[in-house]
């Protein structure tokens, strides 16, 4: 009996000593689970401080656009109507002339700086065709009396594709669009107020000598086309076939 006691005594040492080196490991997991989710949330804080891939502040233009691309056009002016001169950017990448061409609006801050406001990759169209010919003869980019104005010009069957937008409840809107385009025996104008839904088409006659011209406004669903993801070309083409076999 004597002997079983020291015995005793050791195995209940070491059962206490194992239940204390499990209560140890327990803390050990949850600052690596901290650790993790603090990993995490420095890593969502980076890609928030970014917008489509650009910086999201700067102190001046060129502070948005990295090294892979280069401002093709700038316009400057008030956009948001508070004052301050604001721009839009137009960037094209360096290595891919064929690569669709980005559209930054940066809004300017009392103190001087910039934010980043929006991004699109559609509004302002590709520079060459895949056979590397140019789309456009002209292109312009501006700022006028609150509205960001596109304006396309070309001589061939591209014809000139103007695009205004403006800011309407913080969000940059498009808001109307006009094309022209010179086509065997006629000329056609579109004229498109895209809010309102109403679509004018005018048609000019050069087959006679005096060339005569006539219209008709047809109305069309209203919609809304944020600057970030609107395609002018694509809606005014859409906005055409709905009224191209309609009846004169």
Not at 5 to 15: K, N, T
Not at 47 to 64: C, H, I, V, W, Y
Not at 110 to 133: C, G, I, Q
Not at 179 to 188: E, I, K, P, R
Request: aromatic content about 10%.
């Amino acid at each position: 009996m004597k002997k079983l006691i020291p015995i005793l005594v050791a195995f209940l040492c070491m059962v206490h000593s194992c239940q204390k080196n499990e209560k140890t490991d327990t803390p050990q997991k949850t600052d690596t689970l901290t650790k993790k989710n603090i990993n995490e949330t420095v890593v969502n804080n980076q890609e928030t401080e970014q917008l489509s891939g650009f910086p999201k502040t700067g102190k001046k233009a060129s502070d948005f656009v990295s090294n892979t691309y280069e401002i093709q056009y700038e316009a400057e002016g008030d956009l948001n109507n508070d004052g301050l001169s604001d721009r839009a950017l137009v960037l094209r990448e360096k290595a891919d002339t064929l690569a669709a061409r980005t559209v930054l609006v940066i809004l300017k801050n009392p103190d001087k700086t910039y934010r980043l406001d929006t991004t699109s990759d559609s509004v302002f169209p590709a520079e060459y065709t895949e056979d590397h010919y140019k789309i456009y003869d002209t292109e312009d980019i501006s700022i006028e009396k609150g509205k960001l104005k596109i304006n396309l010009y070309a001589t061939g069957p591209n014809g000139n594709l103007f695009s205004k937008f403006k800011y309407i409840n913080s969000d940059l809107i498009l808001t109307y669009i006009e094309t022209y385009n010179m086509g065997a025996g006629s000329h056609q104008g579109l004229y498109y107020e895209v809010l309102k839904g109403k679509l004018t088409q005018e048609v000019t006659n050069t087959m006679e000598e005096e060339m005569p011209s006539k219209s008709k406004t047809f109305n069309l669903k209203k919609q809304r086309f944020l600057f970030k993801s609107a395609d002018p070309e694509a809606v005014i083409r859409d906005a055409y076939n709905k009224i191209d076999s309609k009846d004169w």
